[in-house]
């Protein structure tokens, strides 16, 4: 009788025990009828066994495989609500593209032009006379000053340099950071020589000739694949024969762009990691995640390689590393900076902004990347891009800057995260009201259902443009990948549809807050950084109830569009806390300014690995 390793034995047991608790759950299950929406708070943790290494692969194994798949998915499925919304009586159209016009918002009051500079040209200038907001990083003002200051010895080729030296020496550490997967550096250098020789004759084509900015690894950049995080995709597409639009605009201003930056494979969790090309590490403690899919373009800016970096959010893909690694992230209203060049993941969710050091370098990326691109017919309808002058308003003498603005905050959903999470959010939204804003009490309604609408339809439009590639390479995709997409495949049109029947409830719903407040309030993680559990670099993790208090306060804002942004508020140990802010649709430049007012009153701290450019 051959032998049977104990590890199979475990393996057979393991599938055993799943399988029947997951048919004695399903099964014995009371039906139920139409669900009747309730407009209480009532969102839940999401549920499902957390796995990585030998589970993990037990977990994905049954995902794929009839007849454990046929009991496993749809219990994880009703446990966590996704039948809700199927039976759900919804008086509403689906809107499958939450693109508003400025006609269609006339109903809403608009502060923005207001208080914004019409003209985003500062941003742009080829001086900047801006102190640092955050004496502590390098910002774009930073390199702007140290390369115009008379006899300054550094100039673009030793600053590219020094941030390829930065970034092979992160990377030879115990453990590597993994910011980066890939940087040319041949390329990189010749960008620093143009620069350089724009400095010698004084002709610096903007504030960001000569500075360093990294690219997620899900955007087009000229020279690179683009792997979306996987070990194939980079190959099957082959090298870009050209920039992404928001790429091309940030080179055309004389950024010198370092590199392709890491991500979770096709942006698939919430946690960061990836398998094939090495696990991001938080700079702030490395043994915790980056959090969510920029994760690498968070770690480069939090570890100093660059002042701001390009990152895509489809459920939080910007402001969750930003918060959990301590920097800035600003997601636009959906379609203001191109997509044109990104690859398409989830197209109804999906948008592109800058992770940056301080709230000045997020607005300078903001300034150079948005605005109308003739070949993105989804933001040819969009206002003009308008900015608030940041240094002079964080400058200003005025006691009350924000005397007209009012905060909304829904106790029962901000009051969702852990207890120092709360607190620090809550002291620098306090801080705002010393500064002259109201505090106003709001209700959101349908929030748990709003949540499941978004899962639906990211993962469901993930799951469509990944299935050309599922049948020949389905074994290249790491494991949480797998279990994921086998979870889409069991969603139906009908589901599809709510969902974006739900996506219209709730811009109704907002459209309806948003005349009584200017910006909403929330903390941007219910948690601080989750740490990387021993064993599962190499197969990677599946953590529903992480993911979810990740993503609690984040993914409303991708179902609706509206733009958000978080700030650094705090820390809980030596783990960063952020604070994120929602406003009505096109209505950034409103954001920036609350950021900026609060990042005023914030102490930052250095991460324990940091790497000195200037």
């Not at 979770?264 to 969510?292: D, Q």
């Amino acid at each position: 009788v051959p032998s049977i390793s104990s590890q199979r034995i475990t393996t057979m047991w393991l599938l055993t025990i799943v399988v029947l608790v997951c048919a004695v759950g399903f099964f014995f299950k009371k039906g139920s009828g139409p669900y009747v929406m309730n407009r209480g708070y009532h969102m839940k943790d999401m549920a499902a066994p957390s796995a990585h290494g030998t589970m993990l692969k037990v977990m994905c194994f049954i995902s794929e495989t009839p007849p454990f798949s046929w009991v496993f998915l749809p219990y994880v499925f009703t446990i966590n609500k996704f039948g809700l919304l199927r039976t759900a009586r919804l008086d509403a159209e689906p809107t499958l593209w939450p693109v508003l016009t400025p006609q269609d918002l006339e109903d809403i009051a608009d502060k923005e032009n207001e208080m914004a500079d019409p003209h985003v040209e500062k941003y742009k200038a080829s001086s900047s006379d801006n102190e640092d907001a955050v004496p502590l990083f390098s910002s774009v003002s930073s390199y702007a000053r140290a390369y115009r200051r008379a006899h300054s010895p550094l100039s673009p080729v030793a600053v590219a340099r020094k941030v390829i030296d930065a970034i092979r020496a992160a990377d030879q550490e115990q453990p590597p950071l993994r910011a980066f997967i890939d940087i040319l550096e041949a390329d990189v250098l010749t960008q620093a020589q143009a620069s350089e020789a724009r400095f010698r004759i004084n002709e610096p084509l903007s504030i960001l000739d000569g500075v360093p900015v990294a690219v997620k690894d899900e955007v087009d950049q000229l020279n690179y694949e683009t792997t979306v995080g996987t070990k194939f995709l980079g190959e099957y597409h082959g090298v870009a024969k050209r920039d992404a639009e928001a790429v091309a605009r940030l080179r055309a201003q004389g950024a010198i762009l370092i590199g392709k930056t890491n991500m979770h494979e096709i942006g698939m969790s919430t946690l960061g990691f990836n398998p094939h090309h090495g696990t991001p590490r938080n700079p702030y403690n490395v043994n915790h995640y980056t959090g969510r899919s920029s994760a690498g373009s968070a770690c480069a800016v939090a570890a100093g390689f660059c002042p701001f970096a390009l990152g895509a959010d489809g459920g939080g893909s910007i402001r969750v590393p930003a918060s959990l690694c301590g920097v800035v992230g600003l997601k636009p209203t959906l379609a203001r900076i191109s997509e044109r060049g990104a690859f398409p993941l989830c197209w109804s969710v999906a948008h592109l902004g800058p992770i940056g050091s301080c709230v000045q370098d997020v607005a300078i990326g903001y300034a150079a990347m948005a605005g109308r691109d003739p070949h993105f017919k989804a933001g040819m309808l969009q206002p003009d891009v308008v900015l608030p002058d940041l240094d002079a308003i964080v400058k200003s003498r005025d006691s009350k800057p924000l005397a007209d603005i009012r905060i909304g905050i829904y106790d029962e959903w901000f009051q969702h995260a852990d207890s120092d999470v709360v607190e620090a959010c809550m002291r620098s939204v306090r801080s705002l009201e010393a500064l002259g804003a109201t505090i106003e009490k709001i209700e959101i309604p349908y929030l748990e259902e709003a949540r499941l609408a978004h899962v639906m339809s990211i993962i469901s439009e993930m799951s469509a443009n990944m299935e050309m590639y599922r049948r020949h390479h389905i074994n290249d995709m790491g494991l949480d990948v797998r279990v994921s997409l086998a979870a889409a495949r069991t969603l139906t049109s009908t589901d599809y549809i709510q969902a974006n029947r739900m996506r219209t409830v709730m811009m109704n719903e907002l459209r309806s807050i948003f005349k009584n407040v200017d910006v909403i309030a929330t903390p941007t993680n219910a948690i601080t950084a989750p740490a990387i559990p021993e064993g599962s670099l190499e197969t990677g993790q599946s953590n529903v109830t992480s993911v979810g208090k990740l993503m609690r306060f984040v993914s409303l804002a991708n179902l609706t569009g509206n733009p958000a942004i978080s700030v650094p508020v705090g820390y809980q140990g030596d783990l960063p806390i952020g604070l994120q802010f929602m406003g009505r649709w096109w209505e950034e430049a409103l954001l920036l300014k609350v950021a900026a007012l609060v990042e005023r009153g914030v102490e930052r701290r250095l991460p324990q690995r940091h790497y000195k450019i200037l």
